[in-house]
């Protein structure tokens, strides 16, 4: 079995090449948002594209839940699933990727987009970007974004609490990912029909909230505080009222940084601004 070492290194690797691949998709998304989508609907793309992904993460929740179900992994005799191990896994993940994304590789194309002016060089958009950050109508609401997802701290032990603190079972913990997902495309399609053309202060305002009411919640549960309700139970709910609020809030930032974009610039400026 491989080391700590081996696998926080491959960690390393697979989170720096998903985040390329994300910046990539970020830019297309926002390259055919400019071209396609007026004042009126800037932003329902990007909407779609975080859709379509929530329900892949739905689909890779279900499947991980039941495919790593299986002896000696679950618990209490709840041995129902295929089990296959961590490898298979990852195997079985890699198998996905060059079956339905190599294949599309000789159709890709990228739009063609007219720009006036002239290419610049790497020191010249250095420049350029630093100049446009200066803007007060930048960085303004840029320094908001940073200081609300600062305040918005993620409990990185939460999961560990799950398995340990709770003794929830690797199909329960996949579960609660698999709601979470399928309430996150909810989310979605709300803040589409419902709150799209909605002022975005009274947007942060209620849905700050009701996450800091849902984050009191989760300390009902660490502490057994819960009115009766199993625990599993508990932290369903508490997951899927947090996804949808958090949905609903995470689209406003992305489709406030849209006119921050100097065209032509999608890529370097996306990712300066929101990674």
């Not at 999961?159 to 997902?181: A, I, K, R």
Request: hydrophobic share 55%.
């Amino acid at each position: 079995e491989p080391g700590i070492t081996a696998i926080l290194l491959l960690l390393f690797a697979q989170t720096v090449f998903y985040l390329m691949s994300d910046v990539v998709a970020d830019a297309l998304v926002l390259e055919c948002s400019q071209l396609g989508e007026d004042a009126t609907t800037k932003g329902l793309m990007r909407t779609h594209t975080y859709c379509i992904r929530a329900v892949g993460l739905a689909v890779g929740a279900l499947a991980g839940a039941v495919l790593w179900n299986g002896p000696p992994l679950c618990q209490s005799g709840g041995c129902w699933g295929w089990g296959l191990s961590i490898a298979d896994l990852f195997w079985l993940q890699a198998a996905l990727v060059a079956f339905t994304i190599f294949p599309t590789l000789p159709f890709m194309y990228e739009l063609p987009i007219h720009l006036t002016g002239v290419a610049m060089d790497v020191r010249s958009l250095g420049k350029d970007i630093t100049a446009f950050l200066s803007i007060d109508g930048v960085w303004i609401p840029m320094m908001y974004m940073y200081f609300y997802n600062v305040a918005y701290v993620a409990n990185a032990a939460w999961t560990n609490f799950l398995f340990l603190g709770l003794n929830f079972s690797n199909f329960e913990v996949g579960m609660l990912s698999f709601v979470g997902s399928v309430l996150s495309v909810l989310g979605f399609v709300a803040y589409e029909k419902c709150f799209f053309k909605s002022g975005w202060r009274r947007l942060f305002l209620w849905t700050t909230f009701v996450v800091a009411m849902t984050s009191f919640l989760q300390v009902c549960l660490v502490l057994k505080a819960t009115l009766g309700i199993p625990p599993f139970l508990f932290a369903l709910g508490d997951t899927a009222i947090q996804n949808v609020v958090s949905t609903l809030t995470f689209m406003p930032m992305c489709i406030m940084f849209f006119p921050m974009i100097p065209p032509g610039t999608e890529g370097t400026a996306y990712a300066d601004r929101a990674e």
